[in-house]
């Protein structure tokens, strides 16, 4: 498994933006699908964005599509979101996982968790 921390939330305006980071450790990150989740209060956690294994390859969520997207930097063992065009539904406290199965949107598909960071969008 590979230990995941994220970083980067915080308070922004609609309409603004934010990146959030997810830094890995071990030497297989690059071996790992990594996406990111979000869960909103009272709501379950749903699927984000995904990048495979070369980079190049992602995925998104309907609801972020032109709006957010996602990158990894295999030398730094990071991966990361770029949210723009941020709207108060995108509340929510968010969290990077990694997986095997790329073009997998299911929670029980990646094995290993952050502790997630929360970003608040205010109207």
């Known amino acids: 498994q590979v230990q995941l921390v994220e970083s980067g939330g915080g308070l922004v305006q609609a309409g603004g933006s934010l990146r959030l980071s997810c830094a890995a450790s071990g030497r297989t990150f690059s071996s790992y699908v990594m996406g990111w989740f979000r869960q909103a209060p009272g709501k379950e956690r749903e699927f984000v964005a995904a990048?495979?294994?070369?980079?190049?390859?992602?995925y998104n969520a309907n609801s972020v599509l032109g709006r957010f997207t996602i990158s990894r930097d295999d030398a730094k063992n990071t991966v990361y979101l770029q949210m723009s065009s941020l709207k108060p539904e995108d509340t929510a406290v968010y969290y990077c996982?990694?997986?095997?199965?790329?073009?997998?949107?299911?929670?029980?598909?990646?094995?290993?968790w952050g502790q997630g960071t929360q970003v608040t969008v205010s109207s």
């Open positions: 996982a990694a997986g095997l199965r790329y073009g997998s949107r299911r929670l029980g598909d990646f094995g290993s």
């Open positions: 990048i495979g294994w070369s980079g190049i390859n992602t």
